[in-house]
C-alpha cells in the first residue's frame, strides 16, 4: 500500500525538496518518493514492512512530516490514511483529477493555513450581546397575561429573542473580523456549529511573507475586543482549503 502525503505542482521539484525526501527516508524508515504526472505530482511513502500500528505517536509523526514538507514547497497535504494500492494508481488519480487539483493548489501557493478563535464565558456573551445589539426587549401586548397559556408563549418568544439576538451579533461580528483580516486574507471560513465557549472559530489563508502584519491585526482585535480570549494559532498546512472531490 502507497500512503500519500501531499500534491504539489511538478514545476517546483527542486534539488531542496528531494534532499528533502531523501533525509526524510533516513529517519522514518519509509521510503519517500516523488510520483509525476504533469502538471501534477505527488510525495509518496511506502511503508517498511513492520509497520507499527496506528498510535498517537504515529499521528503526530505524520503531521510533523506534513509540516516539514509545506515549509519547503507550496502543496495540498493530504490527511493521515490517504492511500492508494500503488504508485500507477496514484499517477491514475493525479491525471483524472488534474484540474480541480491545479485550482486547488493556486488557491494555497505560497500561503499558510491559521486558526483565529474567540472565547467568552456564557456571562460574557450574554453581556456583549445585549450590549451589542440594538432592538426592542420588551414583550408584544398580545403574548402578555398571566394564564398559563400567555406565560408559556412568552417564554417561547424570550427564548426567540435571545435566539435572534445571538444570531444578528454573531453575523456582525464575523462581518467585523473579515474586514479587519482583509488585510492579509480574505480567504476565510468559518466554522460551524459554534461550540460552548466560543464566540467565533475561523480559519484563513496568509500569504507566507505576511506573518507578522497578521499578529499586529490580532492583537489589535484583542483590544478592540477584550471581554474575550482571542487566541491565534499557526502557520499550519493548508487543511481546510485543499478539500477536493476526487474521482
Known amino acids: 500500500m502507497t500512503t500519500l502525503y501531499a500534491l504539489l505542482e511538478s514545476r517546483l521539484i527542486d534539488g531542496n525538496l528531494i534532499a528533502l525526501l531523501q533525509s526524510l527516508t533516513r529517519e522514518s524508515g519509509e521510503a519517500f518518493e516523488l510520483v509525476t504526472a504533469a502538471p501534477l505530482a505527488a510525495i509518496i511513502a511506502h511503508p517498511s514492512a513492520s509497520s507499527p500500528p496506528i498510535s498517537r505517536e504515529l499521528l503526530l509523526h505524520y503531521a510533523a512530516t506534513v509540516e516539514r ?28 483529477n488534474a484540474v480541480s487539483c491545479i485550482d486547488a493548489l493556486k488557491r494555497v501557493y505560497n500561503k499558510a493555513e491559521y486558526s483565529l478563535r474567540l472565547f467568552a464565558s456564557p456571562e460574557q456573551q450574554k453581556n456583549a450581546i ?34 435572534e439576538h445571538h444570531r444578528q451579533y454573531i453575523e456582525t461580528l464575523k462581518s467585523r473580523l473579515r474586514k479587519d483580516l482583509g488585510e492579509v486574507s480574505l480567504d476565510i471560513e468559518f466554522k460551524k456549529p459554534l461550540p460552548s465557549g466560543f464566540i467565533a472559530d475561523m480559519v484563513l ?9 497578521l499578529r499586529s491585526i490580532v492583537k489589535n482585535i484583542q483590544s478592540n475586543y477584550p471581554e474575550y480570549d482571542v487566541i491565534l494559532t499557526g502557520p499550519w498546512p493548508p487543511y481546510n482549503f485543499s478539500q477536493i472531490r476526487m474521482q
Open 69 to 96: 514538507l509545506t515549509e519547503a514547497v507550496s502543496l495540498l497535504p493530504m490527511r493521515h490514511g490517504s492511500t492508494l494500492p500503488s504508485s500507477a494508481e496514484v499517477i491514475s488519480m493525479l491525471q483524472l
Open 205 to 213: 489563508l496568509v500569504e507566507r511573507n505576511s506573518k507578522e502584519r
Open 130 to 163: 445585549s450590549a451589542g445589539v440594538d432592538g426592542d426587549n420588551s414583550l408584544p401586548e398580545a403574548l402578555q397575561g398571566e394564564t398559563q397559556n400567555k406565560r408559556y408563549l412568552a417564554e417561547k418568544y424570550r427564548v426567540h429573542l435571545a435566539e
